[in-house]
T-cell receptor, first 114, second 113 residues
Framework: AQSVTQLGSHVSVSEGALVLLRCNYSSSVPPYLFWYVQYPNQGLQLLLK??????LVKGINGFEAEFKKSETSFHLTKPSAHMSDAAEYFCAVNNNNAGNMLTFGGGTRLMVKP | EPEVTQTPSHQVTQMGQEVILRCVPI?????FYWYRQILGQKVEFLVSFYNNEISEKSEIFDDQFSVERPDGSNFTLKIRSTKLEDSAMYFCASSAGERAPLHFGNGTRLTVT
């Protein structure tokens, strides 16, 4: 079975500081990995995805994530936080080889202090 | 940019009643999904739908749930006899291909009283 663990349900950073949101996964097959963002009262928006190409993946809004197989991690980073980055972030793994059944982590709420 | 739309945004119903949650996927997408998020819990997969039939479903998707694509644009989730524990945010999603990224709607918050 696939699973995703996001360490830290809440992360608080100052505006301009580095953002680091942690995601570890378990998968019996090479995974596809995703980060989604959810702003208040909105749906899930895809930030970036890893699909076995380059291990460093760049996404929207200045975010990027690095796939590290040896650590089974896919942490999300942004060099400089902006107030508009405050949202909930979800890491997800594709659950099977032929389909789009995602398994989500529990989410991390990012708060950005002025 | 095309988007997935869901109606209503909030639905309140009494236990035992039937509800239908509606979704309009992105027009050229072929794969459709329902996920749900109980308050304070993870987003969970319910069902995927392709070529007018269910392709995958989770253990949550029992006999009280059904999905339908009644016409060329809508995709619905029906819960036949709602229970208190069905209260959740229900997200519809669609994708252009089997492993293409999912595009999610804003969700329908279902409250069962």
């Amino acid at each position: 079975a696939q699973s995703v663990t996001q360490l830290g349900s809440h992360v608080s950073v100052s505006e301009g500081a580095l953002v680091l949101l942690r995601c570890n996964y378990s998968s019996s097959v090479p995974p596809y990995l995703f980060w989604y963002v959810q702003y208040p009262n909105q749906g899930l928006q895809l930030l970036l995805k890893y699909t076995s190409a380059a291990t460093l993946v760049k996404g929207i809004n200045g975010f990027e994530a690095e796939f590290k197989k040896s650590e089974t991690s896919f942490h999300l980073t942004k060099p400089s936080a902006h107030m508009s980055d405050a949202a909930e972030y979800f890491c997800a793994v594709n659950n099977n080889n032929a389909g789009n059944m995602l398994t989500f982590g529990g989410g991390t709420r990012l708060m950005v202090k002025p | 940019e095309p988007e997935v739309t869901q109606t209503p945004s909030h639905q309140v119903t009494q236990m035992g009643q039937e509800v239908i949650l509606r979704c309009v996927p992105i027009s050229n997408h072929l794969y459709f999904y329902w996920y749900r998020q109980i308050l304070g819990q993870k987003v969970e997969f319910l069902v995927s739908f392709y070529n007018n039939e269910i392709s995958e479903k989770s253990e949550i998707f029992d006999d009280q749930f059904s999905v339908e694509r009644p016409d060329g644009s809508n995709f619905t989730l029906k819960i036949r006899s709602t229970k208190l524990e069905d209260s959740a945010m229900y997200f519809c999603a669609s994708s252009a291909g089997e492993r293409a990224p999912l595009h999610f709607g804003n969700g329908t918050r279902l409250t069962v009283t």
